[in-house]
């Protein structure tokens, strides 16, 4: 198979470490799909249909540990929050 693919877009994000890595998502005449990184060491090539299930699981995946994240930090908040000194007006009636 010759190589025709041509670039779709270019996504950049931070890796854990703090360094930006590039991916480069391609489309051959066959419809197929090649994601990989700037270095050419990464390579994940599918079929359309294959390569859109495979993304939108990976994105809904990523969602929910996002939600859950989110959720956790809210509760430790929560928790802060309930810790800490009220101060009441010491000029209102207590009856």
Known sequence: MKNDYSHIGSYKFSTPDG???TFVLERNSNGDLRLKN?????TIETDLMSGYEFFKKI???IETECDLEL??????EEE????????????????
């Open 59 to 61: 994105y809904q995946d």
């Open 38 to 42: 700037e270095f050419g060491n990464i």
């Open 19 to 21: 360094h930006v890595e």
């Open 80 to 95: 802060s929050d309930d810790k800490k000194t009220v101060f009441t007006n010491p000029f209102s009636v207590i009856p």
């Open 71 to 76: 959720l956790a930090s809210l509760d430790s």
